[in-house]
């Protein structure tokens, strides 16, 4: 059964940075694209970048410029660095995992394209 565990996230002062890491198991990057999705208290949930098996990528505009996703194939894990964070990239983080192919980016921004979930780590961008 795929699994998925993110971590790295916490509070930080504007203009600061974190890596999140979502740590995966049962599956292999090889053949599983990867997303990362945010949840702000009362909003909808939110794709913020993704990574295809084949290793294209793409980020919502929010975040273009700022974040930067990657993947380590040998370890399994896919990071997501975030530079110049804003209090309205405060949410709950998310990372997610599908074996089915053929999607645009654009696809793989959505959460509905995904079948295995992480359990989300906070991110709290405050001063």
């Known amino acids: 059964q795929p699994q998925l565990v993110e971590s790295g996230g916490g509070l930080v002062q504007p203009g600061g940075s974190l890596r999140l890491s979502c740590e995966t198991s049962g599956f292999s990057l090889n053949y599983y694209a990867i997303g990362w999705f945010r949840q702000a208290p009362g909003k909808e949930r939110e794709g913020v970048s993704c990574i295809s098996s084949g290793g294209r990528i793409g980020y919502t505009d929010s975040v273009k410029g700022r974040f930067t996703i990657s993947r380590d194939t040998a370890w399994n894990t896919v990071f997501l660095q975030m530079n110049s964070l804003k209090p309205e990239d405060t949410a709950v983080y998310y990372c997610?995992?599908?074996?089915?192919?053929?999607?645009?980016?654009?696809?793989?921004?959505?959460?509905?394209?995904?079948?295995?979930w992480g359990q989300g780590t906070q991110v709290t961008v405050s001063s």
């Open positions: 997610a995992a599908t074996p089915k192919s053929g999607f645009t980016i654009g696809s793989l921004l959505q959460d509905w394209v995904y079948e295995y």
